[in-house]
């Protein structure tokens, strides 16, 4: 085969030189495959160039996004600690309420809320291990949130039901003023002279006076009887029932519901009296015991609705 030529010419601008260049076929065809590799380097080069660019512009929008992750999981471990913190100092709270409201102390086992299982039950979050330590810190929290709300609404509800039998407990004086002229217990009777139990005390005031219910309740008797006078008697539940006798008026009737320290009635002298006094009673299961020791308050210090 002939080895064929091939002839290049150059000239210049102005077409006044020229330079040829005579080149065989197999030096043209090296030519030409130097210069596709040239290129194909160049071409190499360039994409390795970009790929390296864009892969440090990636890598430091990823550094700079785990920085911002670290930052929040720093705040939020800030935030964790302080409601452990609060979360303490309710369980001493919760400790004081359940031993005035007569409820056994919550255990440190119980409160340390346990459940099994680990930080792998989160499900398929793909997370770091700080991550996941976070998400078991604040399911352990969100526990002995529900714990202590739970606490405290079986407190609230006690209380509730010890201030109704507080309330419903008498605890006041019937009578503003005035001092005890007939105690409870044995005594000579003053019309008989002979020695009976005197099943509550009198209370000596101007006819007139207020007579107020000693604790809430229900009017269970509102009339005359006999040696009584007028008489209401009020029932309180639990067992406690209140006697008010020798009244000059009755201000209630059979079914009224009564709240602590309303007025019931006035002071008088009906029925089997020597002088104008109240006769005051609390019973307990039928059996009268001595009011005194239910004078806890004053009338006066009840709040003034």
Same mark, same amino acid.
């Given at each position: ?20 260049? $005579?080149?065989?076929? $197999? ?6 495959? /130097? ?26 929008? +990823? ?19 302080? /409601? ?26 119980v &409160? %340390? ?10 499900? =398929?979050? *793909?997370?770091?291990? %700080?991550?996941?330590s976070?998400?078991? $810190? ?5 526990? %002995?949130?529900?714990l ?9 509800? &006690? ?11 008498? =605890?006041?004086? *019937? ?19 002979? !020695? ?7 209370? *000596?005031?101007k ?6 219910a $000693?604790?809430?309740? @229900?009017?269970?008797y ?19 029932? !209140?006697?008010?006798g ?12 009564? @709240?602590?320290?309303? @007025?019931?009635?006035t ?6 009296? !020597?002088?104008?006094?109240?006769? +005051? ?6 059996? *009268?015991?001595?009011?005194?020791? +239910?004078?806890?308050e %004053? ?7």
């Amino acid at each position: 085969m002939v080895n064929k030529k091939f002839k290049i010419i150059f000239f210049s601008e102005d077409l006044s030189k020229k330079v040829e260049l $005579t080149l065989s076929r $197999t030096k043209m065809f090296v030519l030409g495959a /130097a210069f596709l590799v040239s290129c194909l380097f160049v071409n190499l080069g360039i994409s390795l160039s970009v790929s390296k660019f864009l892969v440090a512009q990636r890598v430091s929008a +990823y550094v700079s996004e785990r920085d911002a992750l670290h930052g929040q999981l720093g705040d939020i471990r800030g935030r964790l600690s302080h /409601a452990e913190e609060n979360l303490a100092s309710l369980a001493q709270t919760d400790d004081f309420l359940r031993l005035f409201a007569n409820l056994p102390a919550i255990s440190r086992d119980v &409160r %340390e809320v346990g459940v099994g299982g680990g930080p792998d039950d989160f499900g =398929s979050i *793909p997370s770091s291990p %700080e991550m996941q330590s976070v998400l078991w $810190t604040m399911d352990r929290v969100e526990r %002995e949130i529900q714990l202590q709300t739970a606490s405290f609404q079986e407190i609230s509800a &006690r209380l509730s039901a010890n201030q109704e039998i507080m309330d419903r407990t008498p =605890s006041l004086r *019937p009578v503003e003023g005035g001092y005890i002229s007939s105690s409870f217990g044995y005594r000579r009777d003053p019309f008989t002279r002979r !020695t009976e139990m005197h099943p509550g005390v009198d209370i *000596p005031q101007k006819v007139g006076t207020p007579v107020v219910a $000693t604790a809430n309740g @229900q009017v269970v008797y509102a009339d005359r009887y006999y040696s009584y006078g007028k008489l209401i008697i009020i029932d309180h539940g639990n067992d406690y029932q !209140t006697v008010y006798g020798h009244l000059n008026a009755i201000s209630v009737a059979v079914g009224d519901v009564v @709240q602590k320290g309303q @007025q019931i009635g006035t002071v008088g002298a009906t029925g089997r009296v !020597t002088a104008p006094h109240l006769h +005051y009673e609390i019973r307990v299961a039928g059996s *009268p015991i001595d009011p005194t020791d +239910y004078f806890f308050e %004053e009338l006066s210090a009840l709040p003034v609705k």
